[in-house]
């Protein structure tokens, strides 16, 4: 039997959790290229309108708005009722945020906020959207983490935590929900070239290698969707990523520490 096509496996709806800038618009734009509509969930609305009008324009789907701050309590749940009617085969688990600089000299609040999106929310979204996906006994997630959670990541540690409960979630996931149907890809990227790393001080000169377009990186997951439960895109990340797991994982944390302190400081 051929296998079915993208749309008949994750279709009609995808929603794409930080659609406003990076990665998330990216992914916004390359489901809509290949004929899903789409839901953009981020704080900036007028952003989201606007790259609702261009999905619409160049790609002819629906396209809906929700503009949430989903590191708010309750802001999960209020998607998963906006969205009840409409047939979502698959979730962009993006919306994250990263920190730089020593743990001790950051706001408790700021660290909590961070935990909040990244963890918090991911986790959530994965239980409402999964429950559904179950149960229609078909689609797909897509958990964004990190390259920095494969390792500990001195001068970003609550971030590289952060990035290392995705990436166990997405990996866990991926072998609970397999039998029911559902895909669950963890999109684990390196430095790639978005607001995000540059909001928090990271000087793109100093990152080793180059920072990644974010086509390739979108490209790549959805590439490995239904195929892997981890794509880590980039030759020179997935080097790095396997020589974190040939040494001593003190070794591994000291060498991303001086990494982090050199593109930040
Ligand atoms: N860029 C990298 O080097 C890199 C590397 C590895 C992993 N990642 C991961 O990739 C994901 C996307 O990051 P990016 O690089 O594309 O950064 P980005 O351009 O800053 O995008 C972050 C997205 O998250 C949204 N967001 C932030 N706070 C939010 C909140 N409280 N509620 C709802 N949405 C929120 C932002 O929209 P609003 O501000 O409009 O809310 C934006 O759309 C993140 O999970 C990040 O950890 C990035």
Redesign the pocket.
């Known amino acids: 039997m051929p296998r079915a096509s993208f749309p008949e496996r994750y279709g009609p709806w995808a929603v794409v ?10 992914f916004a734009r390359q489901l809509a290229a290949r004929g899903l509509a789409v839901v953009l ?5 007028q ?2 309108v606007a790259l609702a009008d261009e999905l619409a324009a160049t790609h002819g789907v629906a396209v809906e708005v929700v ?6 309590a309750g ?1 999960v749940d209020a998607l998963l009722d906006e969205v009840s009617a409409l047939d979502v085969g698959l979730l962009i ?6 920190l730089k600089g020593r743990l001790v000299d950051h706001d408790a609040a700021v660290l909590r ?1 961070l935990v ?3 963890c918090q ?2 986790l959530a979204l994965a239980h409402g959207f999964g429950r559904r996906l179950v149960a229609r006994g078909r689609g797909g997630m897509v958990i ?5 959670g494969f390792q500990a990541l001195p001068w970003s540690a609550a ?1 590289g935590a ?2 290392g409960f ?1 990436l166990l979630l997405g990996e866990a996931l991926a072998v609970e929900l397999g039998g029911d149907g559902v895909d669950v890809l963890t ?13 928090t001080g ?1 000087d793109p000169r100093k ?1 080793p290698g180059k ?2 377009a ?1 086509g390739p ?1 979108v490209r790549a997951a959805l590439a490995g969707l239904g195929r892997r439960a981890l794509v880590i895109p980039g030759a020179g990340n997935r080097a790095a990523a396997l020589a974190t797991r040939l040494v001593p994982r003190q070794v591994a944390a000291r060498a991303a520490g001086r990494i982090m302190r050199r593109v930040t400081s």
Do not use: Q
């Not at 969930?41 to 609305?45: D, N």
């Not at 503009?67 to 708010?72: E, G, P, Q």
């Not at 688990?93 to 990263?98: P, Q």
């Open positions: 959790t930080g659609a406003s800038s990076g990665i998330g618009a990216e969930v981020a704080r900036r609305r952003r989201l503009a949430s701050d989903l590191a708010r802001a688990n993006n919306a994250g945020v990263s906020h909040e999106l990244n929310a991911p964004v983490a990190s390259t920095g971030y952060s990035k995705d999109l684990a990227p390196g430095g790639t070239d978005t607001e995000g790393p540059m909001n990271v990152v920072l990644m974010v990186v």
